[in-house]
């Protein structure tokens, strides 16, 4: 016979989750799920009109019928899962982007935010750039700044690439080379044509002086570890 000892490293210990709490989590991914499935229908919608709108009047009845398509299931989206962020993300864009009926910029600006605090890489990103238009009332600089390292922390390219362009310009920071190299390169990896081919330029401008890379190797082998 096999010892006791061992037969009990096999043997399941009784669950301490109460069925109460089961029942919360799978009500929560039952939301979690009907909300994507609302989110894939609104975005190809939008991806629809997207595709049409450059070569359409965008008053067009079949490009209106699309966006209250895209409207209405980003809004069941939340409805049914109101943590989403990307539902609020692409509900914003259409707020503040398209001639959707019902549109309200204020609406958009206000969901945007909101994604952009809860987490939204996508959200982060977009307020970056719209804040750093320039604005009389606010610190738009700094507060885009914020946003978009953000973004960067969660390796969003779009921002990657923004901030690696502050930081070799010096615009609104201290010009930092090693910081734009590996914005430009992480960038890169996820895809960035833009950021290659910045990353390439530095390179061969003769711009990665020793002490420079000495600070960009230390900065990719960090991410390494």
Known sequence: MLPRALLAKFILKPSTVSPFQFNQQRALHSRNKKALEFIAKGWNALKEVDRVIDYSDPK???????LR??????????????????????????????????????????????????????????LGCHLRVENDYVQSDQQAFYYLEKAVDQLHP?????????????????????????CFHRASEKGHAGAAIA????LLKGIFSSTTRNVFHGMVEIDLL
């Open 158 to 182: 779009g921002a990657l690439y923004l901030l690696g362009a502050v930081y070799l310009t010096g615009d609104c920071v201290r010009k930092d080379i090693a910081s734009a190299l590996w």
């Open 60 to 66: 067009h009845s079949g490009i209106v019928s699309l």
């Open 199 to 202: 990353y390439g330029s530095l």
């Open 69 to 126: 398509t895209a409207k209405e299931n980003f809004e069941l989206a939340l409805e049914a899962d109101n943590t989403n962020t990307h539902a609020r993300y692409w509900l914003s864009r259409l707020h503040m982007k398209y001639p959707v009926p019902g549109a309200n910029k204020a609406v958009g600006a206000a969901l945007l935010v909101e994604a952009a605090e809860m987490g939204d890489p996508e959200a982060q990103y977009a």
